[in-house]
């Protein structure tokens, strides 16, 4: 068995624990006792690893390795952790007998011996201490090991160091959501509602997830009831912005239907079986990994149907995904021991999603800009077609007042003269002239009924002519009443 001997010499940054051995206890109630007895078994497992990695089910992991306490090694941390949830640590005392000496408890915000006040853990070890230590960790996620050791400076530098980046995800993120209100507020575009929720629970769940946490309460933990719950509104957010957005109705309506399907699934179904407890843990926690990963693969491919479709707005969109889509991958990668879990991999997720949602908001910008090209665009157009329609009121006009007024009026001089005693050769004559003018009439008639019917008025406006028709027979049978 292995069991280092750990002192830190440099104190200007905490260092990692070259070697331990570790336990997982299933159950997660046994005793110190019991550690011990399975302790001197050689039941615990050597490693070498950095970190360590441990899978959902695996709720307590036990570490153990020697310690030297100097001035430069009176901390220790889990290190690259996703999330403790518990942290107890146990020394030997004068009588040989292993006791609690720091612990730390995130689900009741209690700090006990020594734990430095960061939301990452780090507890401090007893003076002059020169034995075995006992490091008892609960937490019910996918857990990232790293024991670091150091003394209150390079401890408390690698914690700020640790914080430095969910503070500033926060941040851009508030930022964001702010600037993104007042657009709401002067736009009164019902596309920033979901994206303003989206961002306001990825500004708390991806910190969440990365062990940085704002506030909580047992409930929202992984493993505990409701935890699905609350965190189903980032699935059914996404999946309202990207509906809108892409106006997958219209351009995509099956993308639509399996989107809504997947939706439904990480909204109802299994936050149904999870308070209900009708499966184990594991199995719920494999479902909503695997459906939570098509579903943000759906999205993305959502986006790219979108782009090839013609709506250059998706660009922005699935540039976005591919960002978080690749942090997910690495984070995954690195839990199942693919590809080394580095400081980079344990904040891809701030880096990934910081990007999504900024490139969300430039792809609302392209939409807004969109709109307004199209919104220019119609107004071009109407402006065109009322000059059309005011140019052909002119040659209406024109032709009613000069062209059809013209042989009307000869006509009725005619009629005068007909009126008058004539001579038979001139009586022709005259009746040979209103004829000439009536056929100019009814040609001129006819040239602007085919004027309206080539523009297309007559069968567009059909309902309105009906109308226009039957109101001035009405005027005409008032005035011969009159």
């Avoid at 960061?118 to 937490?139: H, K, M, Q, S």
């Avoid at 939570?292 to 090839?308: D, E, K, T």
């Amino acid at each position: 068995m292995i069991c280092a001997q750990v002192a830190c010499a440099n104190g200007s940054q905490a260092v990692s624990i070259s070697a331990s051995s570790f336990l997982v206890d299933p159950t997660g109630k046994a005793s110190i006792d019991e550690i011990l007895d399975s302790f001197q078994k050689g039941q615990f497992e050597n490693t070498f690893k950095k970190p360590i990695n441990f899978s959902i089910m695996d709720s307590v992991v036990w570490f153990t390795c020697q310690i030297n306490t100097t001035k430069e090694a009176k901390y220790i941390s889990p290190g690259n952790e996703s999330t403790a949830w518990e942290v107890s640590l146990y020394v030997k005392n004068s009588k040989g007998q292993f006791i609690p000496f720091a612990s730390y408890d995130h689900l009741k915000g209690k700090f006990q011996n020594g734990v430095l006040p960061f939301r990452t853990v780090a507890l401090e070890l007893p003076n002059n201490y020169d034995g075995t230590i006992f490091l008892r960790i609960a937490g019910r996620r996918h857990k990232n090991y790293a024991l670091k050791i150091g003394n209150l400076s390079s401890m408390t530098n690698y914690l700020i160091q640790k914080e430095m980046i969910p503070i500033g995800f926060i941040a851009i993120m508030l930022c964001i959501f702010i600037y993104n209100v007042f657009l709401l507020v002067s736009t009164k575009d019902l596309i920033f509602i979901p994206y303003l929720l989206y961002v306001l629970f990825i500004s708390y769940a991806i910190p969440f997830h990365g062990g940085y946490v704002l506030f909580s309460t047992k409930w929202m933990w992984q493993g505990m009831p409701f935890y699905t719950l609350w965190t189903s509104m980032g699935y059914l957010t996404g999946a309202a912005f990207a509906i809108l957005y892409l106006d997958l109705k219209s351009i995509a309506p099956k993308f639509t239907y399996w989107i809504v399907f997947l939706t439904s699934i990480l909204v109802v179904f299994i936050p149904f079986f999870d308070f209900t407890a009708l499966y184990e843990f594991g199995t719920i926690s494999t479902i909503l990994s695997l459906t939570s990963f098509i579903f943000y693969i759906s999205l993305w491919c959502a986006g790219i149907y979108a782009w090839v479709k013609g709506q250059q707005n998706a660009r922005f969109y699935v540039v976005g995904w591919l960002f978080a889509l690749s942090s997910m991958i690495l984070f995954i990668l690195s839990v199942n021991g693919f590809i080394e879990y580095t400081n980079f991999v344990e904040q891809s997720f701030f880096y990934g999603f910081a990007i999504e949602t900024v490139l969300f908001a430039f792809a609302i910008g392209g939409r807004m800009n969109m709109l307004k090209l199209e919104k220019r665009a119609l107004e071009i157009e109407h402006i065109k077609y009322i000059t059309e329609q005011n140019r052909l009121l002119a040659k209406q006009s024109f032709m009613n007042s000069h062209l059809l007024r013209a042989p009307l009026s000869r006509i009725l001089g005619l009629i005068g003269l007909l009126k008058a005693p004539v001579s038979k050769e001139e009586n022709d004559q005259y009746v040979s002239l209103v004829e000439e003018s009536t056929i100019e009439m009814d040609g001129i008639a006819k040239k602007m009924s085919a004027m309206l019917e080539e523009e297309g008025y007559l069968d567009e406006y059909q309902e309105d002519f009906e109308e226009v028709k039957q109101s001035i027979y009405h005027d005409l049978n008032k005035e011969k009443d009159n």
